[in-house]
């Protein structure tokens, strides 16, 4: 395992600095979900949902996640976003909402974190805007799909086990 990048030498917490590093080109996908009864996502699909389109609004939270992500995060270096998707679509097998993001930018470190940020408060915020209907909802699989740039290049995460099945 590589060492800690944000803790010094004398074991304290640390912001890394990038001075030295190149500037490339970085992109990060992520994934989550939030899994739900088959109403739930029934109320979502029609629209009908007391506090307004949920798809619409979480995709706007992501983005907005993303783009504070070093506000939320302690040491995560603010960057100049270049975009952020958020793909949210509804799956039935789940029953639920998969959750996608993809973050690029052009800079000196990655936008792992970003992704991720964007994937978990988009998520998050589906589980708001509809809990008077399903508190039971449970928002999982965040995980970092990709990244590529930097000195460490491209990396891919494995295919993911499959999810168990959940009795509701």
Request: glycine fraction near 10%.
């Amino acid at each position: 395992m590589s060492r800690l990048t944000h803790i010094g030498p004398d074991g304290s917490a640390r912001m890394v600095d990038v001075t030295e590093k190149a500037v490339t080109q970085r992109v990060a996908a992520a994934e989550g979900c939030v899994r739900m009864s088959a109403q739930t996502l029934a109320l979502i699909r029609s629209g009908n949902a007391k506090k307004g389109d949920v798809l619409g609004v979480a995709r706007i939270a992501g983005i907005m996640a993303a783009k504070r992500t070093h506000e939320l995060i302690p040491l995560c270096h603010p960057l100049a976003i270049s975009g952020v998707t958020l793909d949210l679509s509804f799956d039935d097998e789940l029953p639920g909402v998969r959750v996608a993001a993809r973050v690029g930018t052009t800079g000196q470190t990655g936008v792992e974190m970003e992704a991720l940020t964007a994937v978990s408060i988009a998520c998050l915020t589906i589980y708001d805007m509809v809990k008077a209907a399903d508190r039971g909802m449970v928002v999982e699989g965040v995980r970092l799909l990709e990244k590529s740039g930097g000195a460490s290049g491209e990396w891919r995460a494995p295919p993911a086990a499959p999810a168990r099945a959940r009795r509701r």
